[in-house]
């Protein structure tokens, strides 16, 4: 949970000090391999796109074209520098070998249309770009399936964002009410715990009389 606070929090800053820049900046990247958390970033300008920051059209276009170009840069290393490459120095950039085989595996069974499918799919849409590379997907269908799934991603989540944003007390009451649930489910199971403590040495007591 740590974790994903944080990322919303670098994701907000950047999104806040950059503007659409920091869109483009941060969508490249989450389309390059590098753990950014793509979905938190569109979530949140979807959010500030409700709040009058950004304009929603604008967030989808620009994430639109940093996908597709930090999508290329990875079809291009696995094209010309294949996974040796990735391997050697995706360490560097957090880049887990375990998702590459996952992302590898899914291109291989999905052929081409992989490319699309794997746009909108955690822990393989980061990386599917490569094994395309990899297997010299034609350059011209790679763009068209990576523009499609691109598109649906990030609109579906931009949009996701700019309806959460417009029903933010709405939510901000339902996390009141879980916390006040949860604060009572709590104090019902100390409760239950103090009463079965007295109800045992009371027991024991008779016992032993």
């Known amino acids: 949970m740590a974790i994903i606070s944080d990322l919303f929090t670098i994701s907000l800053s ?22 950014v958390a793509g979905e938190a970033v569109m979530i949140l300008a979807g959010v500030l796109a409700y709040r009058g920051s950004f304009s929603l059209a604008a967030v989808i276009l620009v994430a639109t074209i940093a996908s597709v170009t930090g999508s290329t840069f990875s079809w291009l290393i696995g094209k010309y520098g294949g996974r040796r490459v990735v391997e050697k120095y ?47 997907m034609d350059f011209r269908r790679f763009i068209i399936f990576t523009i499609a799934g691109s598109l649906l991603f990030i609109s579906v989540l931009t949009v996701a964002g700019y309806e959460l944003g417009r029903n933010m ?7 009141s009410y879980l916390n006040d649930l949860a604060a009572a489910v709590i104090a019902l199971i100390v409760l239950s715990s103090i009463l079965y403590f007295i109800f045992r040495r009371r027991r024991s007591a008779r016992y032993r009389t």
């Open 169 to 175: 007390a709405a939510v901000h009451s339902i996390l």
């Open 90 to 136: 995706g360490p560097y950039l957090l880049i887990r070998r375990g998702d590459i085989d996952r992302a590898d595996a899914f291109f291989r069974r999905h052929g081409d249309s992989a490319v699309f499918a794997g746009r909108v799919i955690p822990l393989v849409r980061t990386y599917i770009s490569l094994p395309a590379g990899i297997a010299l």
């Open 14 to 35: 950047v999104l806040l000090s950059l503007g659409y820049l920091g869109i483009f900046y941060l969508m490249t990247l989450d389309s390059m391999m590098v753990p």
